[in-house]
């Protein structure tokens, strides 16, 4: 057995670094695993610990894993719940590192296809080569590929894609096909159906 360090830190001190955590808060799906940590909380259950990043210079807490824990501990004590701590676990490793461990946990709910390839678009733009980010995630160039696409494509396809309206493979081809003009016809493939 080894000791290591493990901190009980406020909620209210964990923060989140703007741009980091790729979930989408207004997404059903992220506020109903949100709702469930309340209520976990709130009933005194086991949740895991969070992962935190110790910056250096001012001392505060950012969050690197766990996001979601802590907006649902927020949640339990705006309702009345005592939640004096949260365990937390010190993140050691660069932004890359972050990155990937953001993207290695998923251990509740996994990200959206689009969170993924925001992640990887994240990566490129911290100077990992479409190359190294397949082999750290296990997974073949063409993917990485298409997923940078998805990362780079309009809001309105990101979000039909989110909501599964077009699954994030028929995005990536018709991105690829039709450039500027996949919004417009992907409108036009989505009024066919529901017609």
């Known amino acids: ?65 766990g996001h979601q824990r802590a907006r649902g501990a927020m949640l339990a004590i705006s309702r009345g719940a005592s939640v004096p701590f949260l365990v937390c676990i010190p993140f050691r490793g660069n932004d890359v590192d972050r990155v990937n ?33 397949a082999k750290r995630r296990n997974k073949e160039l063409s993917h990485v590929q298409g997923m940078l696409v998805l990362a780079e494509a309009p809001a309105e396809i990101q979000r039909m894609v989110n909501i599964d309206q077009v699954s994030a493979t028929t995005a990536i081809e018709v991105l690829r096909e039709r450039g500027d003009g996949a919004l417009e016809f992907l409108r036009n493939k989505l009024q066919e159906e529901q017609a």
């Open 101 to 133: 461990c953001q993207l290695d946990s998923q251990s509740g709910l996994k990200l959206t296809p689009v969170g993924i390839a925001r992640n990887y678009l994240k990566l490129v733009h911290l100077g990992a080569t479409e190359e190294e980010i």
């Open 1 to 65: 057995m080894k000791k290591d360090d493990v901190f009980k830190i406020p909620p209210h001190l964990l923060l989140e670094e703007p741009g980091f955590n790729q979930r989408e808060y207004d997404d059903p799906r992220v506020v109903a695993k949100i709702e469930e940590f309340a209520e976990a909380y709130a009933e005194g259950r086991f949740v895991p610990h969070l992962v935190v990043r110790i910056d250096a210079g001012t001392g505060k807490f950012f969050i690197v894993e």
